[in-house]
């Protein structure tokens, strides 16, 4: 018999006999099955994923004050930090604090409702604090079908800024209309509307700008030179505070509205890693990025000054955003804080988008979480 015709015996027997006939039939049905009932199981593990995600974006905080960093860059890109943000929950209000580029989707990562936003406050007009405006307030607006226009408030020029996103967005705000039911998108709530405020002479000078329902936030100025007007916050609730900087050289007016905070969030840049960037780019055709980096350190504050700060207006915690450069890992961390910590031995945390702060009412406690 030939080895061949041994063969095809061999496959025949392997085909006919009921192990394998059964194995094959078992294949076949399961295949069937997963043919039929794929679209069912995928459906079923979609919606699950859609509920996790869903859920997870509804966040129920406990009475105080709470603050999410939903950007903690610059104008320099950096593709894990957005352009400066900070959401701040007061008691049952909601309020974003610059609106970099990027962070409107933070903000809805972290689970903050955007419908529910109350005002954006503007610490001045730098584009990196202003990119992210038109989509915040359309969110705010779909988000929650909102009857009024989000309020804008800001130091003197914010008209400027929300005339000029109000005008960007007409068309878009004109779709919308046109392609929803005015109960989900109700015409007049589209866009912002300025609230422009005007603080006094002094280098120290500060205004009230909210004061409802027991939150209290406080604009005053700071020394961002040659930008003017610059300004910080700070926001007072139920014996709990934080305050943040906006963009500052190391400021006297800062350090006197910061005193006995519970959480400073102060920008940062690195002078020795900025001017690294400085030398390096002479070898490269980049003129104008050797002209900024020459220059932004005068206008900004070093991790050291943010500490001084921290120390000499005595609060619970430093937190640093608006960091520049980019670290491109966390183990640059320590090089960039150099000796901030000989000025300030409390708490020091480099800020990094997601991170959500908690300040209970009428406690002393500060609870970090990183939620994204
Ligand atoms: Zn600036
Ligand atoms: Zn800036």
New binding site residues.
């Given amino acids: 018999m030939s080895s061949r015709k041994t063969g095809n015996h061999f496959v025949a027997a392997f085909f006919q006999s009921k192990v394998t006939r059964w194995t094959i039939a078992g294949g076949c049905v399961l295949a069937a099955c997963l043919v039929f009932f794929a679209k069912p199981l995928s459906t079923a593990v979609l919606k699950r994923v859609i509920n996790y995600r869903l859920s997870g974006m509804v966040h129920e905080f406990e009475d105080g004050l709470h603050a999410g960093l939903c950007g903690t860059g610059s104008p320099l890109a950096d593709i894990k930090r957005a352009g400066p943000c900070i959401a701040v929950v007061a008691g049952k209000h909601l309020y974003i604090v610059d609106s970099g580029d990027g962070s409107t989707k933070n903000i809805n990562l972290m689970g903050f409702q955007a419908g529910n936003i109350d005002a954006v406050l503007l610490t001045?007009f730098?584009s990196?604090?202003i990119a992210g405006l038109g989509e915040l307030m359309l969110q705010r607006w779909a988000g929650g079908s909102n009857k009024l226009p989000l309020d804008i408030i800001g130091p003197e020029g914010v008209e400027t800024v929300v005339d000029g996103f109000n005008k960007a967005y007409s068309l878009d705000t004109g779709y919308r209309i046109a392609h929803h039911s005015p109960e989900v998108m109700p015409a007049s709530g589209a866009g912002g509307l300025a609230r422009p405020y005007t603080l006094g002479p002094e280098e120290d000078a500060s205004a009230v700008v909210v004061d409802t329902d027991g939150v209290k936030i406080t604009a005053f100025k700071v020394d961002?030179r040659p930008?003017v007007p610059?300004v910080g916050y700070r926001f007072d609730y139920k014996g709990r505070s934080l305050v943040i900087s906006?963009?500052t050289v190391y400021s006297p007016s800062l350090r006197k509205h910061a005193n006995g905070a519970d959480l400073l969030f102060h920008e940062a840049l690195s002078p020795w890693m900025v001017k690294l960037i400085h030398e390096q780019a002479r070898f490269f055709p980049f003129p104008s990025l050797q002209e900024v980096t020459e220059v932004i350190p005068s206008?900004?504050a070093s991790p050291e000054d943010a500490a001084k700060i921290a120390g000499e207006a005595n609060v619970a915690h430093l937190v640093l955003y608006h960091i520049i450069p980019p670290l491109p890992s966390p183990l640059l961390n320590s090089l960039f804080l150099g000796n901030a910590k000989t000025y300030y031995k409390g708490p020091v945390t480099m800020g990094v988008d997601g991170m959500l702060f908690g300040l209970p009412a009428n406690s002393k406690e500060i609870i970090l979480k990183t939620i994204l």
Avoid: L
């Fill in positions: 001045h730098h990196d604090h961002h930008i610059a906006g963009d206008y900004h």
